[in-house]
């Protein structure tokens, strides 16, 4: 209708079929380049649904369209089910190998991500992304459209039918590593006047409404993960949370309501104060309980959530410098750090290029 009004002449004029074999040249055009192919070296995989790929000599993070892998190391959700056997399964497929990549309805995430569907090279010519379903190590992610959704969820099911990964045991598997130490559950208990009391490491709040049971188990879980003891001890208090039992209540200590001073005659500033610091050089104490090798350097981290607690950074020209094994001499051992607080995307780092800036206490 547009171009029989735009153009004189009728639907059959030379002017008319120009400009169709044009829209249509350029359609096509479009349509070729947004589902066009890229060719990679994969460098690294991060996680179960996240890679590193070489691509026209840089490196780019690209991620698995329409999966969901175990988390390895997200600073608010912890180590999950799987995870490393997730990490490790999608390296065994693609590590080192040159892989093709198509992308969907979206070029990139909000965390600049490639989106992509990743497929090794012929004459293998496997979809990653569907492989990482159908070895159950990876959820189908259907939370935005993406072309494959049909197919993807139906290689879910046929995972969980065949008790695979994820899904072992008919999910007994995932149950009793949760069991067995790798999370704290969550109590909950019907009260007086059709409330709940709602208990948690260490600490209950009474008066909860049923419509607000799913809220308030939430609010738990993410805060004791991406915060420290005190500080979850301290927003859980605020928000109504008593001890269960009072002579195992961790008090606030009074130095951090006055503020921690800085770093003299070898006084330890708390590892979770030391954002209070930037630019100065302070001694922290605490216990390395994550650690992460890339390419450039080697993280160290005093707790899993590292977007909000100190990370020691240690660079990779001086690596040679440390213990021959680092991640094996500094991971679960309590040490004490020397060093300037430096902020870096709003994280705060503290740099090390020197070993006797880092001792292990006995």
Same mark, same amino acid.
């Given at each position: 209708m547009f171009l029989r009004r735009a153009i004189p002449g009728g639907p059959r004029s030379g002017r008319e079929r120009l400009l169709l074999a044009v829209f249509f040249l350029l359609l096509s055009f479009i349509r070729t380049a947004a589902f066009a192919s890229e060719t990679g070296v994969v460098l690294e995989v991060v996680d179960g649904d996240t890679l590193r790929v070489r691509l026209d000599g840089k490196a780019a993070t690209v991620r698995l369209i329409g999966i969901d892998a175990p988390e390895r190391s997200h600073p608010t959700l912890g180590k999950q089910f799987v995870a +490393?056997?997730?990490?490790?399964?999608l390296s065994s497929l693609c590590l080192g190998k040159t892989v093709r990549m198509e992308g969907d309805a979206e070029d990139a995430d909000k965390y600049d991500r490639?989106? &992509?569907? =990743? #497929?090794?090279?012929?004459? +293998?010519? @496997?979809?990653?992304?569907?492989?990482?379903?159908l070895a159950g190590m990876a959820r189908a992610y259907t939370r935005f459209p #993406?072309?494959?959704r049909e197919a993807f969820l139906a290689a879910e099911s046929?995972?969980?039918?065949?008790? &695979?990964?994820?899904w @072992?045991?008919?999910?007994?598997?995932?149950? &009793?590593?949760l069991a067995s130490g790798n999370a704290s559950p969550v109590m909950v208990y019907p009260s007086g006047g059709r409330s709940y009391v709602v208990a948690y490491g260490g600490v209950f709040r009474s008066g909860v409404e049923r419509a607000g049971l799913t809220r308030e188990i939430e609010w738990l879980l993410r805060r004791r993960a991406e915060l420290s003891d005190a500080e979850f001890a301290r927003k859980a208090g605020d928000r109504g949370?008593?001890? =269960? +039992?009072?002579?195992?209540?961790?008090?606030?200590?009074?130095?951090?309501?006055?503020g921690i001073p800085a770093a003299r005659d070898g006084i330890a500033v708390p590892w979770e104060e030391a954002h209070r610091h930037v630019g100065e050089e302070i001694v922290v104490e605490g216990?390395? =309980? &994550?650690?992460h090798r890339a390419a450039k350097a080697l993280y160290l981290n005093f707790h899993p959530n590292w977007k909000r607690y100190l990370t020691i950074v240690i660079f990779a020209a001086d690596l040679p410098r440390f213990p021959e094994d680092p991640e094996k001499a500094y991971k679960g051992k309590k040490v004490r750090v020397r060093g300037e607080v430096t902020l870096y995307k709003d994280r705060p780092e503290m740099n090390l290029r020197n070993p006797s800036d880092m001792t292990v206490v006995p």
């Amino acid at each position: 209708m547009f171009l029989r009004r735009a153009i004189p002449g009728g639907p059959r004029s030379g002017r008319e079929r120009l400009l169709l074999a044009v829209f249509f040249l350029l359609l096509s055009f479009i349509r070729t380049a947004a589902f066009a192919s890229e060719t990679g070296v994969v460098l690294e995989v991060v996680d179960g649904d996240t890679l590193r790929v070489r691509l026209d000599g840089k490196a780019a993070t690209v991620r698995l369209i329409g999966i969901d892998a175990p988390e390895r190391s997200h600073p608010t959700l912890g180590k999950q089910f799987v995870a +490393d056997e997730a990490a490790a399964h999608l390296s065994s497929l693609c590590l080192g190998k040159t892989v093709r990549m198509e992308g969907d309805a979206e070029d990139a995430d909000k965390y600049d991500r490639l989106l &992509r569907y =990743v #497929f090794l090279s012929p004459p +293998d010519g @496997r979809l990653l992304n569907l492989e990482m379903l159908l070895a159950g190590m990876a959820r189908a992610y259907t939370r935005f459209p #993406f072309s494959r959704r049909e197919a993807f969820l139906a290689a879910e099911s046929l995972a969980r039918r065949e008790g &695979r990964g994820l899904w @072992r045991e008919g999910g007994r598997g995932e149950a &009793r590593w949760l069991a067995s130490g790798n999370a704290s559950p969550v109590m909950v208990y019907p009260s007086g006047g059709r409330s709940y009391v709602v208990a948690y490491g260490g600490v209950f709040r009474s008066g909860v409404e049923r419509a607000g049971l799913t809220r308030e188990i939430e609010w738990l879980l993410r805060r004791r993960a991406e915060l420290s003891d005190a500080e979850f001890a301290r927003k859980a208090g605020d928000r109504g949370y008593r001890p =269960v +039992d009072p002579a195992k209540d961790l008090p606030a200590p009074a130095a951090r309501a006055a503020g921690i001073p800085a770093a003299r005659d070898g006084i330890a500033v708390p590892w979770e104060e030391a954002h209070r610091h930037v630019g100065e050089e302070i001694v922290v104490e605490g216990t390395i =309980v &994550r650690s992460h090798r890339a390419a450039k350097a080697l993280y160290l981290n005093f707790h899993p959530n590292w977007k909000r607690y100190l990370t020691i950074v240690i660079f990779a020209a001086d690596l040679p410098r440390f213990p021959e094994d680092p991640e094996k001499a500094y991971k679960g051992k309590k040490v004490r750090v020397r060093g300037e607080v430096t902020l870096y995307k709003d994280r705060p780092e503290m740099n090390l290029r020197n070993p006797s800036d880092m001792t292990v206490v006995p």
